[in-house]
């Protein structure tokens, strides 16, 4: 076979066809320069040149003096835990396997954080192979980046895009830097191409789809061989699937052949880098091949001759991902597993990384290989916490090839427990349970330990009945010490506070700080945060605030150290702070959490933590970073399994979003999670198993009566009074006392009666709502009792009265410290004054609320809001339509009235449905209806809406 050279494979290819991408990047560098951080995305094809921009970012910003950190993901090393990062936490200097090694996540916090550089460039290759654990940390960057001006670049296959990445990076806004490599261009192959006869260039480029590495590997093809993949090409356009299939399999093909052309020296240490991955050396491929350094030397030297490989810092790579896939497809089953084994002895020798060892003892375990299990075993407990699911693989692994000598093996019986910990925190909750039934009825010390993190795993799923039964069969038992005990007892009070059971939840705090001494602070603080929730629950709202007081001082003089353990108890004690108005120490006392959580990546008090941040955020008027933290905690309780606080999660979602994007935009992103059902018992879900099925309402009592007051208060907003009032139906369980909750409903009740024309029942509910929050004290709920009383007034035509009780909302309100209900109030009083026909006054309490619902981020309140300066006027007073809506606004709602579906009219104007569907909104909004048929009554008559105003 003729082969050509034309465009040979040694150095860096020529970077051609990339001056926006590199004028993007060099903006990229000025940023982090000026000191801020900026994420940068690079997405194309295999081939396109991802690697070598990345390596041109590398150069530019060493040359700027940033520290430069590379890391790489690999295709075949998927499990290894962080390996995206191994080559960034080197240069920390800590051995792998050394005692008292940190976190990877907190070595590569340190690397970023204690240079002396003006910032750091931290580049991620290959991103669509990396491991979970790798995904995780890189995401957790992206959100909460260090304080150095940091500069953080990933790459990633386009048909491979790791989604929470890209979820993250997107939220960026303008703080990210997208670029999406497309093909090269005509003029650029053609400076690729300089000095290639005519008909040969036109066969690689038709060939080669604009693609660089194919046009390196498409030179080395006979004319012939080119002509027919040419041939292929032209049939098909140049994104067709499978032409670029075609062309790789080619270019696969061509590489393959390249390297079962040379002498048997040469193919195995080809074979060896294959299956070896990055961190190959000479010398390992001298132990694994068995040949002399003489030999393997000369085998290398030809490899990197053909442009295959290269030797950087001491360690063999493949060029490119593909050319080592072309290698590795030539290695059968059993010679892979015979290199896996030498390998995996020969790093062992040299103590290299835990997960390097396993990766490569996992992939030659043999039954009954001591060596192997020790091996596993080690990782698995070494990366439980920081990898969970890497972990579980390993140590189930040991387990297999483990000997089983009987149900008193307590060696099986202490993996099995490490295996359980693993897959209860990688969100395998069920498989955990299930191990941990079996542990359950051994005998011994891991017995109790399974007993106690069985507790855990039925908390995470929502089985509460199940995780008090368990803790009360453990404390009747006996036998334990002080400090135990106290520990059993805490924990019973926050499942009996979760079950909505507050008397069992206050006997079982006051138990513990009976048991406890003034030395165990964080369970000290623990225990008085269950008792005053639990206090808080039982409708003693002063009594709660003294007992909160004293959490608060517990919790104070505990130190992170101590705390990290149990940084969920912050979550109930910011609910507790929420719930009584103290929002500034709840948004301290969070904020203390996330920090010290920071370190160590997502845990498992992620998911609450953040569920907490959203409300807080809401309450104080901070939307956006709300909606954040709700769908922040929605990832973090998929991760961990967690159905409840998925729930719990999405429950909170719902207000904010209520306010920044409107009721359909809310119910639709909820209500497939909360479910629709109306009064249906909750503690029919309070054990039991739940496996398989969808996420529904949560199954704690107390979150499922705020799930639905919620929900509720999302339908009075869409003016849908029926369901609402469903949803306010309680079922035949112990009555809530608790303040907030009941304050809640009552409102809603007013608003539901008031939209229906139930004069007598809405005054008696407002009425209601407002002696229960006066007589807790309580500032918020008495701002929304006195809502729901100026609401009612304004629905039945009293606006002097509507008015006068919004504006004492208002200052409720401001009291609380809540800008977007103070908002609110103002909108309402602004609408009676407008009604009444005070068009000053009533102008200038819009103007008001206008500023707040801008300040805080509420897009679709302000939108109402400028539809009510509109409808609120008197007809000879109010501008037409055509004031009101935009031209594109009144052409939808123009084609909407003649009775044309969503997709007919995105068909007709070249939208989406889904634009059609937010146009709409918006447009309702605007004019006070809720539906097409008031919408087209508004349109023709201008007929006056007594509607919500917000």
């Not at 290894?80 to 990877?104: H, I, K, R, W």
């Not at 191409?193 to 590495?213: C, H, T």
Request: charged fraction near 25%; charge should be neutral.
């Amino acid at each position: 076979m003729a082969v050509s050279r034309e465009v040979g494979f040694g150095g860096d290819p020529a970077l051609v066809g990339r001056a926006a991408e590199l004028e993007s990047l060099d903006a990229a560098l000025a940023t982090v320069l000026g000191g801020r951080c900026v994420v940068v995305e690079i997405c194309g094809e295999a081939g396109l040149g991802k690697t070598r921009l990345l390596r041109e970012l590398a150069r530019r910003a060493a040359d700027a003096g940033l520290l430069v950190r590379v890391g790489r993901a690999t295709q075949y090393e998927q499990g290894v835990p962080f390996g995206l990062y191994a080559e960034v936490v080197e240069p920390v200097g800590v051995g792998p396997t050394d005692p008292g090694q940190p976190s990877v996540p907190a070595m590569v916090r340190s690397v970023l954080t204690q240079a002396s550089h003006p910032g750091v460039a931290l580049l991620l290759d290959d991103v669509h192979w990396a491991d979970s654990a790798s995904l995780e940390l890189t995401e957790h960057l992206i959100v909460k980046p260090p304080l150095t001006p940091l500069l953080l670049a990933v790459t990633f296959r386009t048909a491979s895009p790791p989604a929470r990445l890209v979820n993250a990076i997107a939220r960026l806004g303008a703080a990210a830097t997208l670029i999406d490599l497309p093909p090269l261009d005509a003029a650029s192959l053609d400076v690729l191409l300089a000095g290639v006869p005519r008909r040969r260039r036109e066969l690689i480029m038709r060939a080669s789809l604009g693609n660089p590495l194919y046009i390196q590997a498409l030179s080395r093809l006979g004319d012939d061989e080119l002509d027919g993949v040419a041939a292929l090409a032209g049939r098909h356009d140049p994104v067709d699937v499978d032409c670029l299939t075609g062309s790789r399999r080619s270019v696969l093909a061509g590489l393959a052949a390249e390297i079962t052309a040379q002498r048997l020296p040469v193919r195995q240490v080809a074979y060896i880098a294959a299956v070896v991955g990055d961190h190959t050396t000479i010398d390992l491929v001298r132990h694994v091949a068995d040949l002399p350094m003489p030999v393997v030397t000369a085998a290398v030297d030809q490899l990197g001759r053909l442009g295959l490989l290269d030797a950087d810092g001491g360690r063999l790579r493949y060029r490119h991902p593909l050319m080592r896939a072309s290698a590795y497809a030539l290695t059968g089953a059993a010679w892979r597993f015979e290199a896996h084994t030498r390998t995996a002895d020969y790093l062992r020798g040299r103590r290299a990384s835990r997960q390097l060892v396993a990766h490569h003892t996992e992939r030659s375990a043999r039954h009954g290989d001591e060596t192997a299990v020790a091996t596993l075993v080690d990782a698995g407990v070494a990366f439980a916490h920081e990898a969970p699911a890497q972990a579980a693989r390993w140590l189930g692994t040991a387990l297999r090839i483990m000997p089983d000598t009987g149900p008193d093996d307590e060696r099986r019986a202490e993996v099995a427990m490490w295996y359980a910990r693993a897959l209860g925190r990688s969100g395998e909750l069920v498989r955990s349970r299930e191990v941990l039934q079996v542990l359950r009825r051994t005998g011994g010390p891991v017995r109790t330990r399974a007993e106690t993190f069985s507790v855990a795993v039925a908390r995470q799923l929502g089985d509460f009945a199940e995780a008090a039964a368990t803790l009360g069969a453990r404390l009747g038992r006996g036998g334990l010490d002080p400090a135990d005990e106290a520990k059993l007892h805490v924990e019973l009070a926050a499942v009996d506070a979760f079950r909505e059971e507050p008397t069992s939840a206050v006997h079982h705090a006051q138990r513990a700080l009976e048991l406890l001494d003034e030395r165990r602070s964080v369970l000290v603080a623990a225990a008085r945060t269950l008792r005053a929730l639990a206090t808080l629950y039982l409708g003693d709202a002063e009594s709660a605030r003294d007992q909160l007081a004293e959490a608060v001082v517990a919790v104070d003089a505990t130190s992170d150290a101590d705390l990290r353990p149990y940084a969920e108890i912050v979550s109930p004690l910011a609910l507790v702070e929420i719930q009584v108005g103290n929002l500034a120490d709840a948004d301290r006392h969070l904020t203390r959490a996330r920090r010290i959580l920071d370190g160590l990546g997502p845990t498992s008090a992620s998911p609450y933590l953040l569920v907490m941040e959203s409300l807080v955020h809401t309450r104080l008027g901070r939307l956006a970073r709300a909606v954040l933290a709700a769908e922040e905690a929605q990832a973090a309780a998929e991760r961990v399994g967690s159905t409840e606080m998925g729930a719990m999660a999405a429950a909170v979602r719902l207000r904010p979003v209520l306010w920044t994007a409107g009721p359909a935009a809310a119910l639709a992103a909820v209500e497939p999670t909360t479910g629709t059902g109306c009064a249906v018992e909750p503690t029919a879900g309070l054990s039991g198993d739940r496996s398989g099925a969808t996420v529904g309402p949560p199954r704690s009592r107390a979150w499922w009566r705020i799930n639905r007051v919620e929900l509720a208060l999302t339908r009075a907003v869409a003016g849908d009074w029926g369901r609402c009032a469903d949803l306010l139906t309680e079922p035949a369980t112990p009555p809530s006392r608790h303040p907030p909750v009941l304050v809640a409903r009552d409102v809603v009740t007013a608003v539901v009666a008031a939209g229906r024309g139930e004069r007598t029942t809405a005054a008696e509910a407002g009425k209601r709502a407002e002696q229960r929050a006066t007589a807790a004290n309580l500032p918020y709920e008495i701002g929304l009792a006195r809502f729901a009383r100026a609401f009612t007034a304004y629905r039945m035509g009293v606006p002097d009265r509507a008015t006068a009780l919004a504006e004492s909302a208002a200052a409720s309100f401001a009291t609380a410290g809540t800008p977007v209900e103070e908002a609110a109030s103002h909108h309402l009083a602004g609408a009676a004054h407008l009604v009444a026909g005070r068009r000053a006054p009533g102008t200038a309490a819009l103007d008001r609320a206008e500023a707040g619902y801008r300040a805080s981020g509420a897009g679709w309140a302000v939108s109402v809001l400028d539809g009510h300066r509109a409808v609120g006027l008197t007809r000879s007073e109010r501008p037409a339509v055509d004031a009101v809506l935009t031209a594109r606004e009144r052409e939808i709602a123009g084609l909407a009235t003649t009775g044309l579906s969503n997709k007919e009219i995105a068909a007709r104007l070249f939208l989406s449905p889904r634009t059609i569907e937010s146009h709409l909104n918006r447009i309702f909004a605007k004019l006070q209806v809720h539906s097409r048929t008031a919408m087209a009554r508004r349109l023709t008559d201008g007929a006056r809406d007594h509607g919500s105003p917000v």
